[in-house]
């Protein structure tokens, strides 16, 4: 018998009713699956910071002593009611969901309390604290919405279980393995849903560990342990050709087939079709993802297996990332010691927490591709220059943009990549190309970076062959 489990992911659990009618009600039984949920849109960025923009939540209000984090905290529970009230029409469950949330906020708020004015004393410091207050502010969102789904659940006559893997009421400790295997121990898939927090408490701390990509390795090691047939992740869009705000939605197309490979490298640009460490556990248990679009449950999406190569050599989807910092140290002393410069410039990188995208280097120069806030990076720029006084460091922002597939021939892509960006008088700032012929990346300056997917797109993707895999 199959048995899949899936995750949602936060926009489409914004739209509930969609949920319960395009994949939790769909099937003639809702029983032997598991669903991990994140938090409903927007909640995580409200309550750490917004993944795209920088805007502070409540943990960077509270790591800056900013007063104001008591304001955001009543803010979003103000916000976290609205969604009960819009998700309940019966007050009893609508109280009940009401007084679940409310109860959490008002420990957390205790807690950081009582945290800040201890560290009024010299013997203690809130930066030593700061891990833990992310960690447990990040479950917030998580069991906010695992809750009310189990709840919504209930009252359509399903044995849904609400699985708080959050450590919130309870002393449990342990690897995130022991957490999901201690949870699961009673748990009969056959005769109930079990709707899972997307945040585990854990030895190993998810958020110190893997940030924002938490939920993906709950998911992950929760279709490892249990032995699922399939692990699905539900998204509000198709992991498609390229990204349909860039190119338009009437020019993409579903990937259909795939390959961890690829996966892999959609993951280093930000384009995650799932976190390669949570990806890692599947390809060794050699479980198969598939990703779907919640709204359209009639379409199979896309199957990313182990195995998997195209009959033919295929690009199979453009991706890229804007606003990436290119950070070049150039040093005519550096020929025969490029090897030391560049494991010293990983320490400052490290410390820093930047996301590193990609290196390149020679003789006398090396140039590092890197994401992040533009104070972190502005901060890094400023200890290169210091540590190397003598050396030309320069900064810029470039965007990156990766010719994609499970095959492709590597050479033909980057000399028809490079036309096709010329003949759009977009002039390539670098490029490279993959030994293992997966992809192709080009390096442009920022302000191209929708032309530069476009002209790609259309090189590659945008071909009569390929009309029979458009998006209905």
């Known amino acids: 018998m199959s048995y899949t489990v899936e995750k949602i992911g936060g926009t489409s659990m914004s739209a509930f009713d969609a949920i319960l009618d395009n994949i939790m009600l769909r099937p003639k039984s809702p ?29 960077q209000y509270i790591a800056k002593r900013d ?38 906020i008002t420990d957390a708020v205790s807690c950081i309390t009582n945290i800040i004015e201890t560290c009024q004393y010299g013997q203690f410091s809130l930066r030593h604290y700061l891990p833990q207050i992310r960690e447990f502010l990040s479950s917030l969102g998580e069991a906010h919405s695992a809750y009310n789904t189990a709840l919504k659940l209930k009252t359509l006559g399903i044995n849904a279980t609400f699985v708080d893997l959050s450590g919130w009421d309870n002393k449990s400790y342990g690897s995130l393995d022991d957490v999901i295997k201690r949870a699961f121990t009673n748990i009969d898939v056959t005769k109930e849903l079990p709707i899972v927090t997307g945040y585990a408490y854990c030895d190993e701390g998810l958020m110190k560990t893997y940030d924002r990509g938490y939920s993906e390795i709950t998911f992950s090691r929760i279709a490892c342990l249990t032995h699922a047939t399939q692990a699905i992740i539900h998204k509000e869009y198709h992991l498609s050709s390229a990204d349909p705000r860039v190119v338009g939605p009437e ?37 198969e993802l598939r990703i779907k679009n919640t709204f359209e449950p009639e379409h199979q999406g896309t199957l990313i297996s182990q195995n998997y190569l195209p009959d033919a050599e295929r690009v199979e989807i453009i991706a890229g990332k804007s606003k990436v910092f290119a950070l070049h140290i150039f040093d005519q002393a550096m020929v025969g010691k490029v090897d030391n410069v560049s494991y010293e410039l990983m320490e400052i990188i490290s410390d820093a927490r930047v996301k590193l995208i990609g290196k ?34 320069t900064g810029c922002m470039v965007a990156l943009i990766s010719i994609i597939g499970a095959s492709i021939n590597t050479n033909t892509a980057l000399s028809k990549g490079i036309l096709a960006l010329t003949d759009k008088q977009i002039s390539p700032i670098a490029a490279h190309s993959s030994m293992r012929n997966v992809n192709v990346q080009f390096v442009v300056e920022d302000k191209y970076y929708k032309a530069a997917i476009c002209a790609l797109h259309s090189e590659f993707i945008n071909q009569p062959e390929n009309t029979t895999r458009k998006i209905a």
Not at 43 to 56: F, M, N, Q
């Open 31 to 59: 029983y032997n699956r598991v669903f991990v949920v994140s938090a409903y849109s927007g909640i995580t960025d409200a309550l750490l910071e917004c993944k795209r923009s920088g805007k502070p939540g409540i943990y």
């Open 67 to 104: 007063e104001t984090w008591l304001k955001a905290v009543a803010d979003l529970e103000m916000r976290m009611l609205l969604v009960n009230e819009n998700m309940f029409a019966d007050p009893l469950n609508r109280r009940r969901a009401d007084k679940f949330i409310k109860s959490r």
């Open 251 to 287: 020019n993409v197309f579903p990937m259909g087939h795939t390959n961890f490979d690829v996966a892999d490298q959609l993951a280093n640009l930000g384009m995650e079709a799932i976190h390669p460490n949570a990806a890692s556990g599947l390809r060794q248990q050699n479980i």
């Open 360 to 393: 390149e280097m020679n003789a006398n120069s090396i140039t590092y591709y890197l994401s992040g806030g533009t104070e972190i990076l502005n901060k890094l720029l400023y200890k290169a220059e210091k540590r190397y006084p003598n050396s030309t460091i």
